[in-house]
C-alpha cells in the first residue's frame, strides 16, 4: 500500500451540472446556475495549481470503459508476429502498433541515452473522418489498422463506440474550461468539429524482480513529458505507476478513482491561456 505522503491530492469535478441542468441563454459564468459556477471555479483551481483533475458522472457508462480496457488487454496478448503485422511504420499517418523494442513512442527522447527506451507497447487510433459523406480537410484525418476480425471479434467495434464517447466527453470538457475562463460556454465549440484526436493504448511492462538503484531510474514505463495539444483524458486501471511533477512537492504518485477519469492539459492550453493553466511534466514509473 502506498504512504498517503506520496500521492498528489487533485480536484474531483462532477460534470453533472453539464450534462443534466439547463443551459443559460448567456452562456457566461455570471448567468449559469450556482453549480455550474462551482464547477467553473474547481476547474479553474484545478487548472491553475496542477494542470490535472479528476471528472466523475461524466456520461460514459463503466461497462463500455471495461469493455476497452478487456479489448485493449486482449490487444497485448496476441502473438508478436500479429502485432508487428499492425505495426505503425505501415500507416502513413503513424497508427498502429509500436512494440517496447522499436522504442518509437519514448516520450523524453532527449534522455533516451541515459534512461534508456519507455518500457511499454502502444496502439495508436485517429480521427477518421468526422464530416458525414464527406473528406476532411485535415492531412491528419485517415485510416486506422485493425486486428483481424477473426483474432479479436469485438476490438474494432468496442473501440469504435468508446471512440465517439470520448471525443463527445472531450467537448463537455472543452466547455468546462470555457466557464473556467469566463468565456462563452460554447467558446471552443467551433474548433472542435473536426479534432485532430488520438486515442493510444497502452501497456506498460512489470517491474524486474531485482532492481538496483541504476536500473530503477531506467525502469521508466513512460519518460518526463507534457503533452503538446489541447487536453487529454485518461483511463487509469488499478495499476499504479501515474506521477506528476508538483512545483513544491516534486514527484507525486496520482492514483485512479473509480468511474473517474483523469483530465490533464496540454501544451497548446499553456499557451492560450498564456501559462495561467499549467501544461504539467508527467512520468510513468511501473513498480508493480
Request: net charge negative; hydrophobic share 35%.
Amino acid at each position: 500500500m502506498l504512504a498517503m505522503s506520496t500521492l498528489l491530492s487533485l480536484p474531483v469535478i462532477d460534470l453533472a451540472p453539464l450534462l443534466e441542468e439547463p443551459l443559460l441563454e448567456e452562456n457566461k459564468t455570471r448567468s449559469i446556475t450556482p453549480a455550474q459556477r462551482e464547477l467553473a471555479i474547481q476547474v479553474r483551481k484545478g487548472c491553475m495549481e496542477h494542470g490535472f483533475f479528476y471528472i466523475k458522472n461524466h456520461g460514459i457508462p463503466s461497462h463500455l470503459t471495461k469493455r476497452m480496457f478487456e479489448s485493449s488487454r486482449s490487444l497485448f496478448k496476441l502473438p508478436a508476429q500479429e502485432k508487428d503485422a499492425l505495426s505503425s511504420k505501415k500507416n502513413d499517418l503513424f497508427r498502429g502498433y509500436i512494440s517496447t523494442s522499436d522504442g518509437l513512442h519514448t516520450c523524453n527522447s532527449s534522455m533516451k541515452d541515459k534512461m534508456g527506451l519507455d518500457q511499454k507497447e502502444s496502439f495508436t487510433l485517429g480521427a477518421e473522418n468526422e464530416f458525414d459523406g464527406g473528406e476532411s480537410k485535415s492531412p491528419m484525418h485517415g485510416a486506422n489498422q485493425w486486428p483481424r476480425e477473426e483474432l479479436l471479434p469485438e476490438f474494432e467495434s468496442t473501440m469504435k463506440e468508446y471512440w465517439d464517447a470520448q471525443l463527445k466527453l472531450c467537448r463537455i470538457v472543452a466547455r468546462a474550461l470555457a466557464l473556467s475562463l469566463d468565456l462563452n460556454l460554447k467558446f471552443f465549440d467551433p474548433y472542435l468539429t473536426d479534432p485532430v484526436a488520438q486515442m493510444v493504448l497502452l501497456k506498460y511492462a512489470p517491474r524486474p524482480k531485482s532492481m538496483d538503484e541504476s536500473c530503477t531510474k531506467r525502469n521508466l514505463g513512460c519518460g518526463e513529458h507534457t503533452d503538446c495539444g489541447f487536453l487529454t483524458i485518461l483511463a487509469q486501471d488499478s495499476v499504479p505507476g501515474l506521477e506528476v511533477l508538483d512545483a513544491s512537492l516534486g514527484w507525486k504518485e496520482v492514483p485512479a478513482i473509480s468511474d473517474s477519469f483523469l483530465v490533464n492539459l496540454g501544451d497548446m492550453t499553456a499557451r492560450w491561456t498564456n501559462d495561467r493553466y499549467k501544461s504539467t511534466k508527467h512520468r510513468v514509473y511501473n513498480q508493480t
